[in-house]
């Protein structure tokens, strides 16, 4: 492999959007971790269950994004832009950058959700051993897991097919609310990398 191919490699790859995004994913996995199990501790059996239950829902919610990115195509949404429509645009940005999108919904936002509702489950086992002075809690440890395991793999497969059958809507929604979180707020969340070669 020559040094353009090299080049060309790295291009391909994103190298920069690759180290970002390693870097983000750890501040966010610790961020996420500390907030959650300072709660949990803080909370009885019932309410360390709805926060893992909220955390698992999170992290169906952005895979459902992750896939309706990836399935979406972009001709609808050119259609709604041609008609003037604000949020079709930013509906194609999300489309063009389907790779990162899915990458932060699916992997960054998946897999943190996973390690904290892991952690969650973890920390209830612990409770629930406490308080009714479980001597072997190892079945009890198989039980939580097996259930946090099922609730992620199922809602997954749900999501999947909701993320097929409605990709062009869920994309549309998403670009709602990023749309109004860029005017709202002047954060833009996803740069659109067209305007920016322009501008160069």
Known sequence: MNKKEDNNFLDKCNMK???????????MAIVFSIIT???????????AFIILI???AIGIFFDIIGIAVTTAEEKPFHAMAANRVEEARYAIRLVKNAGQVSNFCNDVIGDISGIVSGAVGANIIYKLINIYEIKNGTILSIIITSLVASLTVGGKALGKSIAILYSEKIIFEAAIVLNFIEKKFKIDILPDKKNDKDNN
């Open 17 to 27: 959007w690759v180290i970002m995004i390693t870097i983000w994913t750890f501040i």
């Open 37 to 47: 199990e300072g709660l949990v501790k803080n909370l009885n059996i019932f309410f």
């Open 54 to 56: 909220i955390i698992i």
